[in-house]
């Protein structure tokens, strides 16, 4: 149970300074700034300016569903699809596997206020274990929603 927990932190270190360095190694290109969607910022950002959210898993060596954790972003309520993807090997843990998901905003956004809502999919068993879900697990390894961060940007 600590490992999972060291797993989720991991995520959040890596979300923003390791992946994209492995990124880089696999000429995966972003566009503008990463937003953080862990810790909310930014809270203001100019209006058609690009940026790009990456979301992932960094995942210790061991018998977890590395299949199944995965992450999607909504905009205002709509489903972004990932630009790319990023499945390899960890820079974190030895014999480990990173997960990313990048989207790209190359026009940026309109003028006005919108909400990014990311959603982290899990093995139910690892949901329970190191997210606090409350839901049924009949099946440990099936993938329910583990974590759901929102943030609002003011676009101007």
Not at 84 to 106: E, K, L, Q
Request: with cysteine; aromatic share 16%.
């Amino acid at each position: 149970m600590k490992r999972l927990g060291v797993t989720f932190l991991t995520v959040l270190a890596l979300a923003f300074v390791a992946l994209p360095s492995v990124a880089a190694a696999r000429q995966i290109t972003t566009v503008g700034p990463a937003f953080n969607i862990f810790t909310g910022h930014p809270t203001d950002f100019p209006a058609g300016a690009p940026f790009h959210y990456l979301l992932g898993w960094e995942l210790a060596p061991g018998p977890d569903a590395v299949g199944k954790f995965s992450w999607s972003l909504d905009v205002d309520g709509t489903p972004r699809a990932a630009d790319f993807t990023f499945f390899g090997p960890s820079s974190v843990y030895a014999d480990g596997v990173a997960r990313a998901w990048y989207f790209n905003f190359p026009d940026g956004m309109n003028a006005g206020t919108h909400t990014f809502t990311a959603h982290g999919f899990t093995p139910c068993y690892i949901a329970v274990s190191s997210f606090g879900y409350t839901g049924t697990c009949s099946t440990p390894n099936a993938v329910v929603e583990a974590v759901t961060l929102s943030m609002s940007v003011n676009f101007s």
